[in-house]
């Protein structure tokens, strides 16, 4: 949580909100955040941590173990007319990458701002090509992107 | 659909000694005897991509306060939910 405490600034500056969420009470958050994480990242976690004892959130969002009675580590990305755009879930033993999710989002506000009429391909980073999906595409993507590009 | 584990706890008792927690927005709040739900079906899981979120409101800490959170605060905006498995934990 503390990666992405640090990735706060960025993602404000992105027009995003974040909230996270794992089944704790709000005093145990509290607690972790004044004990722990503010020592990670200076004045503590910046977003909202949700209590979500009993899960009833993780399950909607397919993310609750029932068998340890927590949430996977899942992350969603969701545009501004509330739609999900992008999501991820992981065992707990693996950690965020908080550069992915950033690129990501950079991407989904690109095509957002073309009105789809942008794709973003593999690995595209803000700057670099995108394609115009369309008739004249269909066949010769090969003439205007290489997988190695 | 119960989406709520304690009957008559609401987000107004955020500040005392129960335990809140979030529920889903745009469901019926069951009122029925827990004892008769036993076994009763968990809320489907509706999460998509390119499908709505599902709406919720919730208890947050937040900078020192107790607060509530509701998603669809978000609109207009990017939103980025991330679940974790647990305070404490390691990665």
């Known amino acids: 949580m503390a990666a992405v405490a640090v990735a706060h600034k960025e993602l404000t500056d992105l027009d995003v909100k974040v909230m996270a969420c794992s089944v704790d009470s709000t005093f145990v958050h509290k607690i972790w955040d004044e004990e722990e994480l503010s020592k990670m990242v200076p004045g503590g976690i910046p977003f909202p941590m949700i209590a979500d004892g009993g899960g009833h959130l993780g399950r909607v969002y397919g993310v609750y173990d029932e068998n340890a009675g927590v949430n996977f580590r899942g992350r969603f990305i969701i545009d501004p007319d509330g739609v999900v755009q992008a999501m991820e879930v992981m065992t707990p033993p693996v950690g965020r990458n908080l550069k992915e999710t950033i690129r990501q989002i950079k991407a989904f506000q690109h095509v957002r701002a073309t009105k789809g009429g942008e794709a973003t391909p593999a690995g595209w980073e803000p700057g670099g090509l995108t394609l115009k999906p369309g008739p004249n595409l269909v066949g010769k993507v090969w003439k205007v992107w290489k997988p190695t590009d | ?91």
Do not use: I, Q
Request: with cysteine; aromatic share 8%.
């Open chain 2, 1 to 91: 659909m119960a989406v709520s584990s304690r009957k008559g706890v609401t987000m107004a008792d955020n500040k005392g000694c129960a335990r809140p927690t979030g529920r889903v927005l745009g469901e019926e709040v069951d009122e029925t005897d827990p004892k008769e739900t036993a076994g009763k079906e968990e809320p489907k899981v509706v999460v998509k991509v390119g499908h709505k979120a599902p709406d919720f409101e919730a208890p947050a800490y937040l900078k020192g306060e107790f607060t509530n959170v509701k998603l669809s605060d978000a609109l207009g905006h990017w939103a980025m939910l991330c679940f974790y498995p647990g305070d404490f934990t390691f990665v």
